[in-house]
Antibody, heavy 116, light 107 residues
Framework: EVQLVESGGGLVQPGGSLRLSCTAS????????MTWVRQAPGKGLEWVAN????????SYVDSVKGRFTISRDNAKNSLYLQMNTLRVEDTAIYYC?????????WGQGTLVTVSS | ETVLTQSPGTLSLSPGERATLSCRAS???????LAWYQQKPGQAPRLLIY???SRATGIPDRFSGSGSGTDFTLTISRLETEDFAVYYC????????FGQGTKVEIK
């Protein structure tokens, strides 16, 4: 059974940093792209970033370029999102998902709140 | 950058009725890149349809997708109570984008 479990969310002040983690199980992690998607309170879904299985490629939505970094550790079946210079508008639930071109499995999400 | 516009914003229907949801893209792309998701309150999204018309694992056949180019449609043939939710279309590719969602609510 495929499982994705996010962690690392919390309350942070504007300008601060946070690192999200996503632990995967039930599939051969290193063979799949992985993605982060976020959802601001009461709003729709926004794709944030993705990374290839062998870490040779990654992409970001324009609004997080230069502030967020996606990475992975295939030995630990883990995906990460390092978020720096956080803004109030980054407040959202952050989901990790298996990126099989479409997002076929999702975690339950972790809430990031950016507020003073 | 492809913009996906979903309509209507809200669809008010009764159980047993047919739901037709539209997703229109600002530029044409391959139908192999179009997916649909369902999201219920407090839950993560769930993949329903990929490649415009292929049902994901475990999705009932009352859900169907169609379309090509810039116009795509998700159809729910007969609404069940568990189908009342928000639906998103999504374009895959190097940069991925979601539509703003259509809420299907009980009339």
């Amino acid at each position: 059974e495929v499982q994705l479990v996010e962690s690392g969310g919390g309350l942070v002040q504007p300008g601060g940093s946070l690192r999200l983690s996503c632990t995967a199980s039930g599939f051969d992690f290193k063979n799949y792209w992985m993605t982060w998607v976020r959802q601001a309170p009461g709003k729709g879904l926004e794709w944030v970033a993705n990374i290839k299985g062998d870490e040779s490629a990654e992409s970001y939505v324009d609004s997080v370029k230069g502030r967020f970094t996606i990475s992975r550790d295939n030995a630990k079946n883990s995906l990460y999102l390092q978020m720096n210079t956080l803004r109030v508008e980054d407040t959202a639930i952050y989901y990790c998902a298996r990126d099989n071109s479409q997002f076929d499995y999702w975690g339950q999400g972790t809430l990031v709140t950016v507020s003073s | 950058e492809t913009v996906l516009t979903q309509s209507p914003g809200t669809l008010s229907l009764s159980p047993g009725e047919r739901a037709t949801l539209s997703c229109r893209a600002s530029e044409s792309f391959s139908s192999s890149y179009l997916a649909w998701y369902q999201q219920k309150p407090g839950q993560a999204p769930r993949l329903l349809i990929y490649a415009a018309s292929s049902r994901a694992t475990g999705i009932p056949d009352r859900f169907s997708g169609s379309g090509s180019g810039t116009d795509f449609t998700l159809t729910i043939s007969r609404l069940e109570t568990e189908d009342f939710a928000v639906y998103y279309c999504q374009r895959n590719g190097v940069i991925k984008a979601f539509g703003q969602g259509t809420k299907v609510e009980i009339k």
